[in-house]
């Protein structure tokens, strides 16, 4: 096991960290886990809208959720 303070640059941490993730989690595992990590990018609203066929007006969300409400 390596430790951490040998560590000289930030490749070297990488595929340290890589290699403990797989041996810990297995490959499916730490891809899942880094998935998780992930903050992502981009405009989430912009591209939710271009792939939305319906979108809600105000008042159509308004009357659904009222349609829908537990008395």
Same mark, same amino acid.
């Given at each position: 096991?390596?430790?951490? *303070?040998?560590?000289?640059? /930030?490749?070297? /941490?990488?595929?340290? #960290? /890589?290699s403990? *993730?797989?041996?810990?989690?297995?490959?499916? #595992?730490?891809?899942?886990?880094?998935?998780?990590?992930?903050?992502?990018? #981009?405009?989430?609203?912009?591209?939710?809208r271009?792939?939305?066929?319906?979108?809600?007006?105000?008042?159509?969300? /308004?009357?659904?959720?009222?349609?829908?409400?537990?008395?």
């Open positions: 096991m390596i430790n951490a *303070l040998d560590i000289k640059n /930030l490749n070297e /941490l990488k595929k340290e #960290g /890589l403990a *993730l797989t041996e810990k989690l297995g490959p499916i #595992g730490m891809v899942n886990f880094i998935r998780l990590m992930s903050s992502g990018w #981009g405009d989430y609203s912009t591209e939710r271009a792939v939305m066929d319906d979108e809600f007006s105000e008042k159509e969300f /308004l009357d659904f959720i009222k349609a829908n409400e537990k008395v």
